[in-house]
């Protein structure tokens, strides 16, 4: 299994600010993914940050709003910019665990209020 | 493309049995998951699937039909504490072999 720290846990932001959020696993990960949740919905990807090369982003989601680092195999961060009230929700990062399955662990995620 | 449907809500009664459907249209299957999502906390995993047939985990069971597109997961004995939304994931074939995530269903527990 894995443990995946990340914060900051909630956070409440004005409009046109940015806010970069942080990811840390206890173990090294190929490949880190990116969720958002908005308010009672499932969980969309934004995108998958694989180690030493740019993010990929899914269909709806752009480098520009959403930029990704990935500096080692075991961290990760996601920015928010130029917010705006849409961008209120939770925001979620997981790796594999490593075993048969592959299954997702989940960080505790970002609760992200834009006012 | 990718679809992946379950009902919205579910209701039951504590020591009852529950079965939530999830049906999937996608262009690539590696397997089938279930999350289960408690209200302001992240999924965690509940079974995989990625063969026909049911897998059994203690009082929660799943079943995968890949020629049907179908999956459902069955609780049973259900507790007060089961009640949170559950979450049927497909993980693609491609490169990154990603996991999709279906709309959820809100599952209420009542005594």
């Known amino acids: 299994s894995a443990v995946i720290s990340q914060k900051p846990s909630r956070d409440i932001c004005q409009r046109g600010t940015s806010l970069t959020i942080q990811c840390q696993v206890d173990?090294?990960?190929?490949?880190m993914f990116w969720y958002r949740q908005q308010p009672g919905q499932s969980l969309t990807l934004i995108a998958t940050a694989n180690q030493g090369s740019e993010a990929t982003y899914e269909s709806g989601f752009v480098i520009d709003k959403f930029p990704i680092s990935r500096p080692n195999l075991t961290f990760s961060t996601l920015t928010v910019s130029n917010m705006s009230p849409e961008d209120s929700s939770i925001y979620l990062c997981?790796?594999?665990?490593?075993?048969?399955?592959?299954?997702?662990?989940f960080g505790s995620g970002t609760q992200l209020s834009v006012l | 493309g990718q679809n992946i449907d379950q009902p919205t809500e579910m209701t039951a009664t504590e020591g009852a049995i529950v079965q939530i459907n999830c049906t999937y249209q996608t262009s690539g299957f590696n397997g089938l998951f279930w999350y289960q999502q408690h209200a302001g906390e992240a999924p965690t995993f509940l079974s995989y699937?990625?063969?026909?047939g049911l897998e059994e985990k203690g009082r929660f069971s799943s079943f995968l039909s890949r020629s049907k597109g179908y999956s459902y997961l069955l609780l049973k004995e259900l507790q007060m504490k089961d009640s949170a939304s559950y979450l049927c994931?497909?993980?693609?074939?491609?490169?990154?072999?990603?996991?999709?995530f279906g709309t959820g269903t809100r599952l209420l527990v009542s005594p």
């Open positions: 173990s090294q990960v190929t490949m």
């Open positions: 997981s790796v594999e665990g490593g075993d048969a399955d592959e299954k997702l662990f």
């Open positions: 994931a497909v993980r693609d074939d491609t490169g990154f072999q990603k996991l999709v």
């Open positions: 699937n990625v063969l026909d």
